[in-house]
Each structure stands twice: as structure tokens, then as C-alpha cells.
């Protein structure tokens, strides 16, 4: 059936990478992206309660998130990564962590 590097006219494609951009090199900064995220953790689990009457209201409004709703856990990778290691699996996690 011919060369699969050839398309159906049988004309020769390359791959052609292109050197990433600065949103790719940012990403891929792993370290300082943990570090920075589990600093930010404690914020995002404040920012997500249903009890909170700042942030709840306004991602209703701007995001049309229900300020009800039950959103999932910001968990730090390192958090989540030891919980599911614990005899019993996964740990913490999974439902709202206030209760109403």
C-alpha cells in the first residue's frame, strides 16, 4: 500500500517541531509551578467554599458557576500523592470540605 509517510496524493510529508513558546517553557518549570501552587492551595480552597460570601457570589456572576454548587477539592499534588499511598486508598478528598 505504499510509504506511510506519504499522503493519499503521494506526496512526502516532514514533521516540522517548532522551538517552544514562552507559555510552554513556563509550563514546563515544574518546580517552581509546585512550589508556587501549593503556596496558592490554601487560597483556592477559601476561594471554592459555599460558605464564603465574597468569591461564591462573584464566580456565580461571572463564571455562572451556582454559588451551591459542590466544587472538588484543590488538593496539592504531594497531599493527594500520600493520601492515596494510606492503607484504604485514596484519603482525603472528592466532596466539599464544608459541611451545610
Avoid: Y
Amino acid at each position: 500500500h505504499g510509504d506511510p509517510a506519504r499522503t493519499a496524493e503521494g506526496v512526502g510529508r516532514a514533521l516540522v517541531l517548532k522551538p517552544p513558546g514562552w507559555a510552554e517553557k513556563q509550563l514546563n518549570k515544574t518546580d517552581r509551578n509546585g512550589k508556587v501552587m501549593g503556596a496558592v492551595a490554601p487560597v483556592a480552597r477559601w476561594a471554592m467554599e459555599r460558605s464564603n460570601p465574597l468569591t461564591r457570589p462573584l464566580m456565580e456572576a461571572i463564571a455562572g458557576i451556582d454559588k451551591d454548587a459542590v466544587l472538588p477539592l484543590f488538593v496539592p499534588p504531594s497531599q493527594a500523592f500520600s493520601a492515596a499511598s494510606k492503607p484504604g486508598g485514596g484519603g482525603k478528598g472528592g466532596g466539599q470540605h464544608d459541611q451545610h
